[in-house]
C-alpha cells in the first residue's frame, strides 16, 4: 500500500503567508447566541427505489450517505446555541433534525465546551466535546447553510456524509495562517468505535492581489474493525421499509488527505464571483469478509469537486462537477464475494453534475432550486445511466435570541 506523505501535503498551504498580522477570526468575538437554521423542500424523483439501498460501484459507503426521496421533506433543521462565559470561556451545543422517506431524526448533534488564549501575536482556540473536524468545510454539510440540497459526493464517499465525533481539537492563529490538530474517538466514518482517530491542517486565510483567498492541505489516519454499512439499520433507515445494504465487514488501516482552494471578490456592491477546488484522497488497506468469506483489500479512492458562483444583488448561481476515481487490489478473493458486496467497479468513474439558483427573498428567507444529474451507479447490461432530478426548497434561518 502506498502511503500518504502529509508533509509534502501540509507545505503547499505555507507558500503565501503574509507578514500582516490579520484580524481576528470571526468566530473570536461571536457574542452568546440562539439560531435556527431550516432548510425544506420537494424532490421530483428519488435515484433510488425506496427499498433499495443506494450503492456506488468499488466505493464501501456507510454513516448517512443516504440519498434525499422524492416528495416533500424537512432536510435540515439546527437549533445553535452559544455561551460566552468569563476568561474566554464559551459553551457551545446544536440540535439536528433532519426527515427522510416519511420519517424525521431530532438528535443532540454537537456539544462542546471552548476556551481561547491570546497572545501578543497569536490565538490558541481549544474545543472538547462533540462536533465535526475542521480539515475541510465539505465535511461538515449541512443543507441549511450549503450552496446545494443535496449532498456532495466527496462528503458521502470520504465522510459518510457529514463528520461529527467526540474529541479535542486545538486551533492556532498567526497573521493569516491556521493550524489544526484534532484528536477523535473514530466513531465517524470511516473509521470505527473507539479505535481512534488523529487529524491535522494547515490553511492560509486572506487577500491575494484583492482575491479573498483560503488555501488548506490536511491529512487524517485511523483505523476500523469490523466496520459495516449500518445506514439502514435500525436508527438510521429513515424507513418502515426494510432495506439490505451490503454486510460486508472492514477491518485494517484508514488514511485521507486533501486540499482545497477557495477564491472569491467583491468586485462592486452589486456584483460577487467565487470558484472553489477540492481534492481528497483515500487509502484503506486491510481484509473484508461476511458471513462464510474474507478477502484482503488495498483501496484507493481520489475524489474531485470544482464550483462556479455568481451573486448579482439578490441572486446567485451555482455549477458544481464532482467525480471519483477508484482503484480495488483485492487477494484471496473469490468472484462472488466481490460482486456481492459491489465492489466491482470495472473502470467505472461515478460523477455527479449539479446546477443551483437562489433567491434571497428577504434577511431570513432563500428560495432555492436545482437540478442533479448522477452518475454514481452502473447496470449489469454494462451501460452507465445518468439520472435526471430537480429540487424547489426554502431556506430559512432567524436569530432567536
Known amino acids: 500500500m502506498r502511503k500518504i506523505t502529509p508533509y509534502i501535503l501540509l507545505a503547499t498551504s505555507l507558500l503565501s503567508v503574509s507578514t500582516v498580522m490579520a484580524h481576528e477570526p470571526s468566530f473570536i468575538d461571536m457574542p452568546s447566541q440562539l439560531l435556527l437554521k431550516s432548510a425544506m ?47 474566554d470561556y464559551y459553551l457551545g451545543s446544536k440540535i439536528g433534525f433532519h426527515q427522510h422517506q416519511g420519517e424525521g431524526e431530532l438528535e443532540l448533534e454537537n456539544y462542546w465546551f471552548g476556551k481561547y488564549f ?10 472538547v466535546g462533540k462536533t465535526a473536524t475542521d480539515v475541510t468545510p465539505t465535511a461538515n454539510y449541512h443543507s441549511s447553510q450549503d450552496e446545494f440540497n443535496t449532498k456532495p459526493l466527496l462528503a458521502e464517499a470520504f465522510f459518510g456524509g457529514h463528520h461529527k465525533d467526540t ?48 488555501v488548506a492541505s490536511w491529512y487524517s489516519a485511523g483505523k476500523a474493525e ?47 464571483w467565487l470558484a472553489q477546488w477540492e481534492w481528497m484522497h483515500s487509502e484503506q488497506d486491510g481484509k473484508i469478509e461476511d458471513t462464510t468469506q474474507s478477502a484482503g483489500i488495498d483501496q484507493t479512492l481520489d475524489g474531485y469537486r470544482f464550483m462556479l458562483g455568481v451573486n448579482y444583488q439578490t441572486h446567485k448561481f451555482f455549477v458544481q462537477q464532482e467525480y471519483l476515481a477508484i482503484n480495488n487490489k483485492f487477494t484471496d478473493a473469490s468472484t462472488s464475494l466481490i460482486e456481492q458486496q459491489g465492489l466491482y467497479n470495472q473502470g467505472f468513474e461515478p460523477q455527479r453534475l449539479m446546477f443551483g439558483y ?44
Open 41 to 87: 423542500g420537494v424532490q421530483n424523483t428519488s435515484i433510488v427505489a425506496n427499498d433499495q439501498a443506494w450503492l456506488i460501484p468499488g466505493v464501501m459507503l456507510g454513516g448517512e450517505s443516504t440519498p434525499q426521496s422524492s416528495g416533500t421533506a424537512i432536510n435540515d433543521l439546527q437549533l445553535f446555541g452559544r455561551l460566552n462565559l468569563e476568561g
Open 118 to 127: 491570546k497572545f501578543e501575536n497569536s490565538i490558541l482556540k481549544i474545543d
Open 167 to 214: 474529541g479535542v481539537k486545538a486551533n492556532w492563529y498567526w497573521h493569516e495562517l491556521e493550524v489544526g490538530l484534532e484528536a477523535w474517538n473514530g466513531d465517524s466514518w470511516p473509521t470505527s468505535s473507539s479505535k481512534g482517530n488523529v487529524a491535522g491542517f494547515v490553511r492560509y486565510h486572506g487577500f491575494i492581489y484583492g482575491v479573498k483567498t483560503d
Open 226 to 272: 469490523q466496520r459495516i454499512d449500518s445506514r439502514y439499520d435500525s436508527g438510521h433507515s429513515h424507513s418502515a421499509t426494510t432495506i439490505t445494504a451490503p454486510d460486508v465487514r472492514f477491518t485494517g488501516d484508514v488514511a485521507m488527505a486533501g486540499s482545497y482552494v477557495l477564491l472569491s471578490q467583491q468586485v462592486n456592491d452589486d456584483f460577487l
Open 358 to 401: 437562489h433567491w434571497q427573498w428577504n434577511a431570513d428567507f432563500t428560495l432555492r432550486i436545482e437540478s442533479v444529474s448522477d452518475k454514481t451507479q452502473s447496470y449489469q447490461d454494462g451501460l452507465d445511466k445518468t439520472q435526471q432530478y430537480w429540487s424547489l426548497g426554502l431556506i430559512w434561518q432567524h436569530k432567536l435570541l
